[in-house]
């Protein structure tokens, strides 16, 4: 017996007519009356007394009823141990809430797991599998890597409301040359930390998480980059007009079929 032709049986023998059986199972009349025919021969027994009016069941009937929901609903759980049913999330910055949204909506019964990240890993953790996907900020190494972009932010330098260039429209990185600034530590992605010190060598403190940066600016006046729009506190982000926007990225390895969905709710988010 084959779990697809027991489905049919459940469905036969719950609706007591062909033609409701059918239409629920999304299939034409004469291939479910076929296999429940073939059902029955195999057993070697009548499992349902015929009529215009639509079917009863006889006594095999009723026992196999039985027994045919009680496997087919083991077999669900079977399936759903086997079936990953939750995804990890790798999370850098604060991009998250609306894809997160627009992912419960079609999948409500996986559960999402999310790993925070700091500054210097920005595929927060993909390459060393703690996440299945990272929604994270570039630029930063691809190698190996799937990505999408979602958006593009500009970024602009990180300063005290008291020094004299936060008061300025736009500056570029020229300006902020001879300052220290923010330095990720040893062994971070090469073109992450170059991109966020402007795409020079440079000289600061080292910092993990953004907080840190944050104090390293109010306590020691360090320079550092972050996106527009971030509220920062008492600090003031000011424009860079040379510097290429930080593109908000998704990025994972493994094309399963779950990653793929969140890869695409997020890409329509």
């Known amino acids: 017996m084959e779990l697809r032709t027991l489905r049919y049986f459940v469905a036969v023998a719950e609706e007591l007519h062909f033609g409701r059986a059918a239409k629920r199972l999304h299939l034409s009349q004469p291939p479910l009356s076929r296999a429940i025919k073939q059902l029955e021969h195999d057993l ?3 499992l349902l007394v015929r009529s215009p009016a639509g079917v009863t069941l006889t ?5 196999l009823l039985d027994e045919a929901k009680a496997l087919l609903e083991h077999a669900g759980r079977i ?3 086997l079936t990953r049913r939750t995804i990890t999330v790798g999370m850098l910055g604060g991009h998250g809430p609306h894809l997160a949204e627009a992912f419960r ?6 559960e999402i797991r999310v790993r925070e990240t700091d500054l210097t890993d920005p595929t927060c953790g993909l390459r060393a599998g703690h996440v299945d ?3 994270t900020r570039g630029p930063f190494d691809e190698t190996g890597l799937k990505t ?3 958006t593009e932010d500009p970024v602009g330098a990180v300063l005290r409301a008291d020094d004299p260039l936060a008061t300025r429209d736009r500056i570029t990185t020229a300006d902020l040359d ?3 600034w923010f330095q990720f530590p040893e062994g971070t992605d090469e073109i992450w930390q170059s991109y966020w010190n402007g795409g020079k060598a440079r000289t600061g403190p080292v910092v993990r998480a953004v907080q840190e940066c944050v104090q390293s600016v109010l306590w020691n006046g360090s320079v550092g980059l972050a996106p527009l729009g971030h509220d920062l506190g008492e600090l ?3 424009p860079l007009a040379d510097m290429a926007p930080s593109p908000v990225v998704i990025a994972w390895i493994k094309d399963d079929p779950l990653t793929r969905a969140f890869v695409e709710s997020a890409s329509h988010a």
């Open 44 to 46: 070697g027994t009548t």
């Open 59 to 63: 006594a095999a009937g009723h026992t």
């Open 79 to 81: 399936r759903a141990k």
């Open 105 to 110: 909506r079609t999948h409500p019964d996986v």
């Open 133 to 135: 996907v990272a929604l």
């Open 148 to 150: 999408l972009v979602l």
């Open 178 to 180: 001879g300052r220290d």
């Open 236 to 238: 003031v982000t000011v």
